[in-house]
């Protein structure tokens, strides 16, 4: 796509598949992103990278544009505490043996830990009569938000939110931190792949920490995620400021996980400018020269 006319274009670069926790499957995402009429999304799936494949086929009869992507389960060490980080890959090499052999560790960590959490469930008072949806995506990624679904299914709960906040959040009953890798660990697998490391949703950590945003600059980090659903238009704005302070590219995503119940998918809500696909392809492109 050349530049005449991009003015008017957006893109969703946070998009999920069953494939981890999301409910559309690759084939309706590239289906609702083309009745939102988006010029590009990203596929990236919680550590994982098996929908890909599937939305590239279906989108090559469109005229959409899908960035092979990944969001990955990381953490940072702040104040001696260790803190969730996410962070998105963007043009990986998601056939790469070393990225899908990593992988595949993180999907048997958290089908045990999801083993575990059924558990502690049942020892709170929440026991799941139905556990088969384990079973249904045994070979994907489970994540808290299947949980989430479950219990609201079975009336447990009244809703995801609270399913979060009585059992599945940090401290309560049914918690279990799930596997995951230092945050230069993550960047360095991203890069390995050929990727662009981009921190995801950055208002959910310490991000006015610029030693911090230093420290994972000198790692390889190369951008941070400005548009989020959840981001108000200030956060936004503090972000672009962040990120033209610390030469990072600024991407942006809704973060859909696809439609619950009578909710709507957010997919496209974020009005996030044609601009950003183009920095990243400039920046993969200067990436594949050196």
């Known amino acids: 796509m050349d530049n005449t006319g991009t003015a008017n274009l957006y893109v969703d670069m946070h998009i999920h598949t069953n494939y981890s926790d999301g409910a559309f499957t690759p084939k309706e995402v590239v289906e609702y992103a083309s009745k939102m009429k988006l010029a590009a999304i990203s596929i990236t799936d919680h550590d994982c990278v098996d929908g890909i494949d599937e939305a590239l086929e279906i989108a090559s009869k469109t005229g959409l544009e899908i960035v092979p992507g990944i969001e990955l389960s990381s953490e940072v060490i702040l104040d001696s505490q260790k803190s969730e980080m996410h962070i998105l890959g963007y043009y990986i090499d998601y056939k790469s043996e070393k990225l899908k052999k990593t992988l595949t560790v993180f999907k048997k960590a958290r089908y045990e830990r999801a083993v575990k959490m059924l558990e502690k469930l049942k020892k709170s008072d929440a026991e799941l009569k139905d556990d088969s949806f384990l079973k249904k995506i045994e070979d994907k990624v489970i994540g808290r938000l299947h949980f989430a679904k479950a219990l609201v299914e079975e ?11 009585r059992y599945l959040s940090k401290d309560k009953p049914a918690y279990i931190p799930k596997y995951s890798m230092l945050v230069h660990d993550a960047i360095k697998l991203i890069l390995n792949a050929g990727g662009i490391p981009v921190m995801a949703h950055p208002y959910y950590i310490h991000y006015n920490d610029e030693n911090m945003f230093k420290s994972l600059i000198k790692d390889g980090l190369m951008g941070i995620e400005a ?14 400021n962040l990120a033209e302070k610390f030469d990072l590219i600024a991407t942006g995503g809704s973060d859909c996980h696809g439609p619950y119940k009578k909710e709507l998918p957010v997919m496209g809500k974020m009005r996030v400018p044609y601009s950003v696909m183009e920095n990243l392809k400039r920046t993969k492109e200067k990436m594949a020269r050196s």
Not at 227 to 240: D, M, R, Y
């Open 155 to 165: 009336k447990l709960v009244g809703s995801v939110n609270e399913a979060f906040q």
């Open 227 to 240: 548009w989020h659903i959840k981001h108000s238009e200030n956060t936004v704005k503090n972000f672009l």
